[in-house]
Nanobody
């Protein structure tokens, strides 16, 4: 069983940056493709980004390409999401997840971290 704990969310002005972290415990995630999903207010949860277990392939939803960067440190059992040039429409609860298959979530979810972008 894998436990995921996200951190790094908060309130930021449009154009600002945040870095989310997801620390895994219980077992190693080194062989899992991992990802980030988000749920905006009143909307369904959606795929944001994923990274292959080896770190050599990354995928993004079109709306965040060029602004967000997903990365991982397998030695630290941690996945990151660097978010730059934030927009009000990025406001959502962000969730870490794995193992991700294409843009589909796996069984393991964190509790989520709130990101609020003010205009």
């Amino acid at each position: 069983q894998v436990q995921l704990v996200e951190s790094g969310g908060g309130l930021v002005q449009a154009g600002g940056s945040l870095r989310l972290s997801c620390v895994a415990s219980g077992r190693t995630i080194a062989m899992y493709n991992m990802g980030w999903f988000r749920q905006p207010p009143g909307k369904e949860r959606e795929f944001v980004a994923s990274i292959r277990w080896s770190g050599d392939r990354v995928y993004y939803v079109d709306s965040v390409k060029g602004r967000f960067t997903i990365s991982r440190d397998n030695a630290m059992n941690t996945v990151y999401l660097q978010m730059n040039s934030l927009k009000p429409e990025d406001t959502a609860v962000y969730y870490c997840n794995g193992p991700v298959v294409n843009d589909k979530p796996g069984d393991y979810w964190g509790q989520g971290t709130q990101v609020t972008v003010s205009s």
